[in-house]
Structures are given as structure tokens and as C-alpha cells.
């Protein structure tokens, strides 16, 4: 079973602070994943990454995929309450139809 | 905008009972997926299906069995519902080979407290 670890598992910070949150493996996945969840919500994609090195924006977040494909970070400019939420990442088997889930990040951003 | 429903926000059974979650999608995928989540564990996967009337193991499948009786349609039945259970379970479903563009899409959940 591939795992994926993130940390933090936890982050509570002041609006218009930067964060950088981490996702981990030992294991090669052929794409990654980043979801949202917000609470009584499930998790709604954000975005996707293939390449090895790849960097996607989204507005103040930026999603980046470590050269090995073993690896991401989400990093958040000057984050705001709306952005309050649990982030996971996710990593796609090779056969294009099953994602493991890490454990995610609990951000709370307070005004 | 595509959906994916399950048909309660919040259960309270008794342990002992036998439950059913129902998850119904209206966007034609193939692939669908329960989950349970739990604080400090994650997403654990309990039982997939990529067809009708297919249905293969999780990582979590002990206590729980499910049904696939049309391609909209999935349902997680608790046989016999204990308190290790309560949990919040989420329905997903995800285009065949696809998941790479569009990622899977989760329903609201359903808060399952057993008592």
C-alpha cells in the first residue's frame, strides 16, 4: 500500500500570514492531488499535478510536484479565513483510477 | 453542476442494527468509492466498484458489505452495526481513467454515530 504523510497535521495562523503545507511518500505516484475539505462538506479537488517539477497557481496558492513525483507542497500568500479548512493530498495509482489519501493539514486562519 | 448525494447528513443507530448508506451520482461514472473518516486517520477506503454489480475490497472492508445494483447507485450496508463504527462516511465517484483531468468528486457525507 503506497502511504503518504503531511504534515503539519495542524496550522492556526493570523490572516495575511504565508504557509507551506507537505506531502510525503517513499512511493513514485503518476500524479497528485490536492483537495479542500470544508467542515460538514467533502473534499472538493483543487488541483492536479503530473510532471516532476511541475508548479501550478491558483490564485495565492501554489502547488508544486518534487522531481521524483514522491513528494508535493501547497504553499498559501497571505492566507485568509476563507481558507480555513482541511487539505489533503492525494496520489494517483498508475492505472489512472485510484488515489491514496495523507492523513491532511487542519488550517485554521483567524482575521 | 454534477452531483453526488447521500441520503443523510446524520444517523444515530443502535448497535446491533443493520445500516444502509445510500450514495447516488447523476454523472454517468464508473468508478465508484466508500470511505470512512476519522480524526487523525484520514480517508480509509472501505469498498470500490468499477461497474455495476462489481464491488472489490478496501483497505478497511471488515464489518461492511456493499451493493451495486445500477451504475448511479452505491450502498454501504453495516451488517450489524457496533459503536467502533461511528464515523463520518463519504461516497465518492470518478470517470473511468479519467481521474488524472477531473479527480474524484465526494459527496456531503454522512455523520454515523452508533450508540
Known amino acids: 500500500t503506497q502511504l503518504l504523510e503531511q504534515s503539519p497535521q495542524f496550522l492556526s495562523i493570523q490572516e495575511g500570514e504565508n504557509l507551506t503545507v507537505y506531502c510525503n511518500s517513499s512511493s513514485v505516484f503518476s500524479s497528485l492531488q490536492w483537495y479542500r475539505q470544508e467542515p460538514g462538506e467533502g473534499p472538493v479537488l483543487l488541483v492536479t499535478v503530473v510532471t516532476g517539477g511541475e508548479v501550478k497557481k491558483l490564485k495565492r496558492l501554489t502547488f508544486q510536484f518534487g522531481d521524483a513525483r514522491k513528494d508535493s507542497s501547497l504553499h498559501i500568500t497571505a492566507a485568509q479565513p476563507g481558507d480555513t479548512g482541511l487539505y489533503l493530498c492525494a496520489g494517483e495509482d498508475n492505472a489512472g483510477n485510484m488515489l491514496t489519501f495523507g492523513g491532511g493539514t487542519r488550517l485554521m486562519v483567524k482575521p | 453542476d454534477v452531483k453526488v448525494t447521500q441520503s443523510s447528513r446524520y444517523l444515530v443507530k443502535r448497535t446491533g442494527e443493520k445500516v444502509f448508506l445510500e450514495c447516488v451520482q447523476d454523472m454517468d461514472h464508473e468508478n465508484m468509492f466508500w470511505y470512512r473518516q476519522d480524526p487523525g486517520l484520514g480517508l480509509r477506503l472501505i469498498y470500490f466498484?468499477?461497474?455495476?454489480?462489481?464491488?472489490e475490497k478496501g483497505d478497511i472492508p471488515e464489518g461492511y458489505s456493499v451493493s451495486r445494483e445500477k451504475k448511479e447507485r452505491f450502498s454501504l450496508i453495516l451488517e450489524s452495526a457496533s459503536t467502533n463504527q461511528t464515523s463520518m462516511y463519504l461516497c465518492a465517484s470518478s470517470l473511468d481513467g479519467r481521474t488524472i483531468n477531473y479527480g474524484y468528486t465526494f459527496g456531503s457525507g454522512t455523520r454515523l454515530t452508533v450508540v
Open positions: 466498484s468499477y461497474d455495476v454489480k462489481m464491488k
